[in-house]
């Protein structure tokens, strides 16, 4: 999985859950760029990204994870 | 020895000294003994048994886990284990300190027996320990950071006492972070700057807490005292003064802890920022005893969310109700069992009206009513970024607060009685009182008019120093980048206002913070 690829399907996850078609993520966006991301969100997201990507992020990532490039890394990492 | 005493900035003068004096390779032990002798003259001596019983639990689950997933692999089966070290905190805790949750039922199986000679006798023997509800919140957290390997077991116990027994947050935290207060072990450099900044804001803080917070708790204790003759209008004080105190006494303890902390070299995380500035509770609550929050968030509502059941039950009521009231179900839940832990976490039944359900249940409504909210205002076409916009919201913020903390100053039957008193003021007729404003009706209450002046004078510098912060970071910055007289003239003047006006000495307990009992 290429970066790119990661990001392509982030948006959408992101795009789906928040109802949000203007989204667009990058490396620094974190939860106070994109209107609507809250802790409740927050969760919604990884059950999001975790239904599309097909593992579980451990809890402990989601607890420190700062922004979306972080987020992509753990995806990356895991998927690998 | 409170951390307002003269014996504490003697303590701490001495404390620093040694610190820096003796090599830095034993700074961390300096630190261990200093906690001890604070704890000896600060709490009941053998209480720290429960420190060390938690730190022993801590310390022995969190290598027992590191051991297995060595020998095994790092999917080994640690979470009984880790079930087991929390929740034998949390029934420590239980017992000794939210006594007010359970002994009420348990004196029902007991209506044979004097129920208030074993309240008496409960009272007697288990004294708590200082600051249990805040370690006891910092080793879960330890615990659970090592179970989600978020953090390296630490393997010396004595260092892992020290991060429970850290004298600083002993009174009222913040509740740490193991990977913030590892700093604790580091080896520190003296910096003239840490001491600065640290004396400067120990300095702030003694003027928030014993001429300002002070002064507010004579009249509100005056006014609560007596609630049937204080009615009208002095109801209205009582409920719109009492943040003020609050935020002036937790804040201002808060400022001497940080500050005390900061001497050492170690920062340790704030627990205010501009409460008063937000536009909603939600933000309210993101400014306001925010490691408390933050806490909250990271090991009760996430672990929630995301547990299967929690899962299940958000794609049920997704598919049956839609996905806006599927989510907000699922919000109301979640909301729900978080502002129930911090009630509870407060111990009492009046801080689970106070803070929790009026909470709850502001929060839902202000959730609910959001796209209603957004429509007026784009109908009318306000300025939602104009100043008047921001102080009408914070003002809001205020009341909503102010409501809750009405409860939490008296208990949940003498807080209706006031809010009700206080409505009487709008809707019945004849019954303001306006005049106790300008008669000499406030005096009656305790204080003299310099007092009042004063409180006025110390409230607007506070809103001063809100505003720098909001600018500068820290108004500290801002107040190092003036040249060396005005500088000085800050420090000093600040220093005289608490030497003449601050309420200590003999026959005066300023020892007492709102926030001590939790």
Redesign the interface.
Known sequence: MTKEEVYKRLNEVFREVL?DDSIELHDETVADDVDGWD??E???L??GVEEEFGFKI???K???MKNVGEMVDIILEMGK | MSITSFYFLVFITIGVAFYYVLPKKIQWVVLLLLSLVFYYFAAVPYTIGYLAASTLIAYFSTLWMKRKREKQNQDAKVLPVTMIALLINIAIWFVVKGRDLWFPFASGFMARHDVLQIDAEINLRMIASLGMGYYTLQIMGYIIDCYWQNAVPQKNPLKLFLFVSYFPQLTTGPISRYAQLETLYERHKFEYQNISFGAQRILWGFTKKIVLAERIGIIVSALNSDMSTYTGFYSWIAILLYPLQMYADFSGCMDIVLGVSELFGIRLAENFHNPFFARTSQEFWQRWHITLGTWAKDYVLYPLLKSKRMIRFGKFTRKKFGKKAGKFLVNMAGMFILWMVMGIWHGGLRYIAGVSLWYWVILMLGDLFAPVFLKITNKLEMKTDSFAWHFFQSGRTYLIYAVGATFFSVGVTDGIYRLKDALKVLCVKNYANPWIFFDQSILNLGVTWGDINLIIFVSVIVLLVAILREKHGYARIWVQQQCFIFRWMIWISLFIIVLIWGKYGPGYDASIFIYEGF
Do not use: Q, Y
């Open positions: 109802d802790s409740f927050h969760i919604n990884i059950v451990p809890m402990g989601v607890v420190t």
